[in-house]
């Protein structure tokens, strides 16, 4: 491994010497290798105009278009952007407040189905099975209340407590 690394350090010094043996003729020579033609920057200026004005004509009409449209586009696509944005952001907020509770969801159906369908007893009925289940509630906040004074609970620890 070490000799191809020794051949390969020799080679580089090699290739190195001839480099250097070809740099010392061409400063002897000191004769410029390179050679302009004659009158190339006599018509440089006029060439290079006549290069502009063939890649103005050069434009298609796509391209000029493109150049208007292009603005008006990316305008269209950030106001469409925000909008998906904002109602993505209203749609999340809001999602959780426009559940009405089942019994009101099911009296609203009820009555835009047909109301016609119904006589003025059904209104009547489902009324008071409401105030049943309100006086069922009353019932059952009084029994609370009868556990409470039997355990000589007192009012004050009471509301001290919640």
């Not at 302009?36 to 103005?56: C, H, K, M, W």
């Not at 998906?84 to 835009?112: C, N």
Request: overall charge negative; hydrophobic content about 40%; charged content about 30%.
């Amino acid at each position: 491994m070490s000799k191809t690394w020794e051949d390969r350090i020799i080679r580089e010094d090699y290739i190195m010497d001839k480099f250097l043996e070809k740099l010392e003729s061409l400063k002897e020579t000191k004769s410029n290798p390179f050679k302009v033609p004659e009158g190339y920057f006599d018509s440089l200026p006029t060439r290079i105009q006549d290069r502009i004005a063939t890649n103005e004509n050069r434009q298609s009409i796509f391209s000029q278009i493109r150049l208007v449209i292009k603005p008006q586009l990316a305008f269209a696509a950030a106001f469409i952007a925000v909008a998906l944005i904002a109602v993505t952001t209203l749609e999340y907020i809001f999602k959780d407040k426009t559940k009405l509770p089942a019994s009101t969801g099911v009296y609203t159906r009820i009555i835009e189905v047909d109301a016609s369908e119904f006589t003025e007893q059904h209104f009547i009925d489902v009324l008071l099975d409401e105030n049943k289940k309100s006086i069922d509630n009353k019932k059952n906040s009084d029994c609370y209340i009868d556990f409470l004074v039997d355990e000589n609970i007192d009012y004050t620890t009471l509301i001290d407590e919640l």
